[in-house]
């Protein structure tokens, strides 16, 4: 079985500073691929940023970029220049074949001015 | 906006009755999957649809059921609903290639009483 999880409840950032959100996975595949995906209060699921397990560079999306440890099962999210568009749920996800998201329990995060 | 709509928005049943979500997917997105968010947790996989079949389906009950369309849209329906059904119910619309990122729609709020 997959299972993701996300230590960090809740998080906070001053406007314009550097967070990162941490994210470990457990899984028997050696094929996969890893999301950041953000929740805010609208509810709608939105991309972060997507990694394929079987590409060593971290991935970056302008702000966003990971740092991926295939061997330590981690996969974490740096956001830099933190925005306060930004505050909301970030959860992380995992996919194997089937296209099937396992999800973590999400982190809450909070841009202050 | 992702092009995927849910309707509706928010829904009030009572235990036992029975109900049903609906999903429009995006324009080319032939498989449609269906996530239970209870509050304060991340998403959960129920099931997932493709070219108007079953393929995957998470730990539900089998009064947990769907339905894909021609036109890929999609209905999940829930029988002799009980109080742990309330949750927010997202459905997801991708492409069929294997680790594609997932289009959300804005979820269906359920509270069941």
């Known amino acids: 079985a997959q299972t993701v999880t996300q230590s960090q409840p809740e998080m906070s950032v001053q406007e314009a500073e550097t967070v990162t959100l941490s994210c470990t996975y457990d899984?028997?595949?050696?094929?996969?691929?890893l999301f950041w995906y953000k929740q805010p209060p609208s509810r709608q699921m939105i991309l972060v940023i997507r990694?394929?397990?079987?590409?060593?560079q971290n991935a970056t999306e302008n702000r966003f970029s990971v740092n991926f440890q295939k061997a330590a099962k981690s996969f974490s999210l740096k956001i830099s220049d933190s925005q306060l568009g930004d505050t909301a749920m970030y959860f992380c996800?995992?996919?194997?074949?089937?296209?099937?998201?396992?999800f973590g329990t999400g982190t809450s995060l909070t841009v202050i001015p | 906006e992702t092009g995927v709509t849910q309707s509706p928005t928010h829904l009030i049943k009572t235990r036992g009755q029975q109900v049903t979500l609906r999903c429009s997917s995006q324009?080319?997105?032939?498989?449609v999957s269906w996530y239970q968010q209870a509050l304060g947790q991340g998403p959960q996989f129920i099931f997932q649809?493709?070219?108007?079949?079953?393929?995957g389906r998470g730990n539900f009950p089998p009064r947990f059921s769907g339905l894909q369309f021609p036109n890929y849209s999609s209905e999940l329906n829930v029988n002799a609903l009980e109080l742990d059904d309330s949750a927010l119910y997202l459905c997801?619309?991708?492409?069929?290639?294997?680790?594609?990122?997932?289009?959300f729609g804005q979820g269906t709020r359920l509270t069941v009483v």
């Open positions: 997801a619309s991708s492409p069929s290639r294997v680790g594609a990122e997932a289009f």
């Open positions: 899984t028997s595949e050696n094929n996969y691929y």
């Open positions: 990694q394929e397990a079987y590409k060593q």
């Open positions: 996800a995992f996919m194997k074949y089937g296209n099937q998201f396992y």
């Open positions: 324009s080319g997105h032939n498989t």
């Open positions: 649809y493709y070219r108007e079949e079953e393929n």
